[in-house]
């Protein structure tokens, strides 16, 4: 055997019981991988990425989707989004799942125990005057036969033709083994309150233009964040809260120091384009630390007034660095001018740092 085949010989985790459960082969493929997380969780929420999902069992982000759908509505499933960007948490619902396997398995038991199946009903039914009728269009060619054979539904014979005579009492057909079942594709089933999507928005983000009309444009826009990130009015919620608290710099005119002109702050268009959405979810838009420049001649005029004169500082830089400079008056001025650009650097950090915490 190669070694291929060898890999190919490990067992998976695949319970085709579930397949009973009306959640179709991906539904079934699916609970039955959540099922051996959920055994090795103790029962417990566990958290798990389509990525992750795609590589255990094969399935497609749309396949995924759908069955989970499926166990959602079946009642075998729940989800839980958690954090800030959202992250999906699964938990199997054990007692559900084993009502519904054993109520299968008794019903199962039960025809069993009752021979005749609503096939052989079925095809009693069928049978009748098809001899009277094949007798009214007399035919002598070889063609597959339409009626089905009467009497005892074991002595049927697939694949059987035969000769159409006035003599023919009866046709034999083909039977066909039951198709297996397929996942038919389901309508796009997805529903968005635009009006609650603005009362987010003007709620939590009020620094900015408000939006007079949700034309097809924001639809569609929105309606692929939807669909692609699976994202609901609570995740709308987090993604605007996310960027009231750390993407300051969205909500504000900036100066461009280099052009003469004025950046403008952000409107409703830029935080609903996948752009946007991606840089807040993977914390490329956070604000930076205001870094303010260190001008030489204010440090040096600084330290002359702070520390020869022992005048007050004028700002917070100037406070931090007072308070920093306490043993500099044992020093020589040379060591003392020295110590004190360290302590101005760290000043003007320690006010940049306290800037970016008052606006967070």
């Given amino acids: 055997m190669s070694a291929l085949m060898q890999l190919l010989d490990r067992p998976i985790a695949?319970?085709?019981?579930?397949?009973?459960?009306?959640?179709?082969?991906?539904?079934?493929?699916?609970?039955?991988?959540?099922?051996?997380w959920h055994n090795r969780m103790d029962a417990g929420w566990f958290y798990k990425t389509q990525k992750e999902i795609r590589d255990e069992t094969g399935l497609t982000r749309e396949e995924q989707e759908t069955a989970r759908r499926r166990l959602i509505s079946a009642g075998v499933l729940e989800e839980d989004r958690r954090g800030v960007p959202a992250k999906?948490?699964?938990?199997?619902?054990?007692?559900?799942?084993?009502?519904?396997?054993?109520?299968k398995i008794k019903e199962k038991t039960q025809n069993a125990g009752n021979p005749h199946s609503s096939m052989r009903e079925s095809r009693i039914q069928e049978c009748g005057n098809a001899?009277?009728?094949?007798?009214?269009?007399?035919?002598?060619?070889?063609?597959?036969?339409?009626?089905?054979?009467?009497?005892?539904?074991?002595?049927?014979?697939?694949?059987d033709y035969t000769e159409i005579?006035?003599?023919?009492?009866?046709?034999k057909k083909p039977v066909r083994p039951p198709a297996a079942p397929t996942d038919q594709p389901q309508e796009d089933s997805l529903k968005i309150d635009y009006d609650e999507v603005l009362r987010?928005?003007?709620?939590?983000?009020?620094?900015?233009?408000?939006?007079?009309?949700?034309?097809?444009?924001?639809?569609?826009?929105?309606?692929?964040?939807?669909k692609e990130y699976e994202m609901d009015m609570e995740r709308w919620g987090a993604y605007l809260r996310y960027i009231s608290k750390k993407c300051r710099w969205m909500l504000e005119d900036r100066p461009d120091t280099n052009s003469?002109?004025?950046?403008?702050?952000?409107?409703?268009?830029?935080?609903?384009?996948?752009?946007?959405?991606?840089?807040?979810?993977?914390?490329?838009?956070?604000?930076?630390?205001?870094?303010?420049?260190?001008?030489?001649a204010a440090r040096e005029e600084a330290y002359v007034r702070l520390v020869s004169?022992?005048?007050?500082?004028?700002?917070?830089?100037?406070?931090?660095?007072?308070?920093?400079?306490?043993?500099?008056?044992?020093?020589?001025?040379?060591?003392?001018?020295?110590?004190?650009?360290?302590?101005?650097?760290?000043?003007?950090?320690?006010?940049?740092?306290?800037?970016?915490?008052?606006?967070?």
């Fill in 260 to 296: 003469g002109k004025t950046w403008r702050k952000k409107d409703f268009d830029y935080l609903i384009t996948e752009k946007c959405y991606l840089k807040v979810k993977e914390e490329r838009a956070d604000d930076l630390p205001k870094v303010q420049r260190q001008d030489s």
């Fill in 309 to 360: 004169q022992r005048q007050q500082p004028r700002n917070e830089v100037e406070k931090l660095a007072k308070e920093m400079a306490g043993s500099l008056g044992r020093m020589t001025d040379y060591d003392a001018r020295r110590a004190w650009t360290g302590i101005w650097a760290q000043a003007v950090a320690k006010a940049s740092e306290n800037d970016l915490a008052r606006i967070a």
């Fill in 165 to 171: 005579t006035p003599e023919t009492t009866a046709e």
């Fill in 200 to 226: 987010i928005f003007r709620t939590t983000l009020p620094e900015l233009p408000d939006v007079l009309k949700m034309t097809d444009g924001r639809r569609k826009a929105l309606r692929k964040l939807w």
């Fill in 14 to 36: 695949y319970q085709p019981s579930f397949v009973g459960l009306g959640v179709g082969v991906t539904g079934a493929v699916l609970l039955s991988q959540l099922v051996y």
């Fill in 88 to 103: 999906l948490y699964f938990r199997v619902k054990a007692d559900a799942l084993e009502l519904l396997l054993l109520k």
């Fill in 131 to 159: 001899a009277d009728k094949n007798a009214e269009n007399p035919q002598t060619s070889l063609r597959e036969s339409s009626a089905p054979d009467c009497g005892n539904p074991a002595d049927i014979h697939t694949g």
